[in-house]
């Protein structure tokens, strides 16, 4: 928890006449009951997104591509502002994916990484985030049957150049 959000929920509790920690921890509760209610909610509507795709895909229907949301991490950071092995890592998982397009997931990445000497078991958690990386910039995404595909932004990948 960051400092500025306890001074702000307590400077509102004063505002709002919650002046005792008990008082302060019952408005908590009550927020946090209203947060858990709105989480509970967007799940549920993740299930029906889900379902709604099916029926599309069941009755014939094209489904609209969207961006995935990608979770944890900061996609913000430019490339040339990235550590050095993340930078190596994301261009080599856009070489293999452009040497090797087709039905590549990201278990079948992780053990060519290992097999290739790129990447050690131990590093899976640094491929998972360059692929998640190349994903909130659009350049990676996932298809039906969550295999890698190059994304609407395959073409500001990194090149070993960049």
């Known amino acids: 928890m960051s400092g ?37 909610r967007a799940e549920e509507l993740k299930v029906e997104k889900a379902d709604l795709h099916g029926v599309i895909r069941q009755l014939g229907g094209s489904k609209p591509k969207e961006l995935r949301e990608y979770r944890n991490a900061d996609f913000s950071i430019p490339f040339d502002k990235l550590a050095d092995h993340y930078k190596v890592l994301c261009t080599n998982i856009c070489n293999i994916m452009e040497d090797d397009p087709n039905d590549l997931t990201i278990s079948d990445l992780m053990n060519k990484f290992s097999s290739m000497g790129l990447a050690t078991i131990e590093d899976n958690e640094l491929v998972y985030w360059s692929i998640k990386w190349l994903g909130g910039r659009g350049i990676v995404d996932k298809d039906e049957s969550m295999c890698l595909v190059k994304g609407p932004n395959w073409e500001d990948r990194p090149h070993a150049s960049n």
Do not use: S
């Open 4 to 40: 500025n959000f306890l001074t702000e929920f307590i400077a509102k509790c004063v505002e709002e006449g919650k002046t005792t920690p008990v008082e302060m921890c019952q408005v908590a509760e009550e927020r946090l009951n209203e947060v858990n209610e709105k989480i509970k």
